[in-house]
């Protein structure tokens, strides 16, 4: 059997790094799932191959092909958001590519916005969204201050069907625990749910909060836009019945249930918990105040 790491070895040997994308921040909000953030675009692509990837319909490339900012570029986007943006924002550094994708950008652009944040007097900090299981570049590095670790982590036989060249939950598990170690605020993504596994997700739920103790769980289910939509295998296409405000998804009573079990889960640890690309309807029946993992800047969600 191919290790996890031989795995992940073999999909960083056929990436190609290709330094031409034009960086950006634009805050994106979608009030039908409540959903506000500011994005920080500084590469398109992902290390790895999950069946389920949004990102693939809005990859305009061959899915080898990372493309990534130039340094001078990306400092002059820090820099011109510092100045014209003040307070305590969370910049989202993972939402077109894996966070993790090249180490070194993760220390530039946290030691850049560190510098422009003294400059200006602001407090913006990175969401760095990852299912990697190497937190070595925050864990050497001393980038509380600025940055906000939050790991990607499915259900195991999710994972391991779907989750291509991805490291296993456990070991993404453990990668959280050493950043948590290491001083940094750091949430879980539990996104997407695949119904059909419910035992999973309530081990992997519960697991996570004993071994992480994390700020923040936001939990998804699996949606799709119709871009999205066409992309996927056809047995998760059968299992997307109903029209949400984010495309086609669960039943409703169907994700409330997965949703409601977990959630009791966390508040049995006293985690905070949150909800992906869901209306606000859903969040009220829930008992959910917000924010997400994306929204908020100062730890902290529901209880």
Not at 43 to 63: I, Q, R, S, T, V
Not at 149 to 161: F, G, K, L, Q, T
Not at 273 to 278: G, I
Request: aromatic share 8%.
């Amino acid at each position: 059997m191919t290790s996890t790491a031989d795995m992940v070895l073999k999909v960083l040997s056929e990436v190609q790094i290709i330094p031409d994308y034009r960086p950006y921040v634009k805050k994106h909000s979608f009030p039908e799932v409540r959903c506000s953030f500011w994005l920080l675009a500084w590469a398109n692509g992902c290390l790895y191959n999950c069946d389920y990837c949004w990102l693939k319909a809005y990859h305009p490339w061959p899915w080898n092909e990372v493309h990534v900012a130039d340094k001078p570029a990306l400092t002059r986007v820090l820099e011109e958001f510092c100045a014209k943006i003040s307070g305590s924002l969370l910049l989202n550094a993972g939402e077109l590519c894996d966070s993790f994708i090249i180490p070194e950008y993760v220390v530039f652009m946290a030691e850049t916005l560190r510098l422009t944040n003294d400059v200006h007097g602001r407090r913006h900090r990175l969401l760095l969204l990852t299912k990697s299981a190497d937190p070595r570049v925050l864990v050497e590095n001393d980038l509380q201050d600025v940055v906000v670790y939050s790991a990607s982590i499915n259900a195991e036989p999710e994972a391991r069907d779907l989750e291509k060249g991805a490291p296993s939950p456990v070991e993404r598990i453990l990668a959280a625990r050493r950043v948590k170690e290491a001083g940094y605020e750091v949430r879980i993504r539990v996104d997407p749910i695949i119904e059909g596994s419910d035992q999973g997700y309530l081990e992997l739920v519960e697991r996570v909060c004993s071994t992480v103790e994390p700020g923040l769980i936001t939990l998804g289910s699996l949606r799709a836009t119709p871009r999205t939509y066409r992309l996927l295998p056809d047995r998760m296409k059968a299992q997307l019945t109903e029209r949400t405000p984010w495309g086609r998804g669960y039943p409703l009573e169907t994700r409330l249930g997965t949703y409601s079990a977990l959630i009791d889960v966390g508040r049995d640890h006293d985690v905070p918990m949150a909800l992906c690309k869901e209306s606000p309807d859903v969040w009220r029946r829930l008992k959910l105040r917000g924010p997400c993992n994306c929204m908020s800047s100062g730890g902290g969600g529901v209880r």
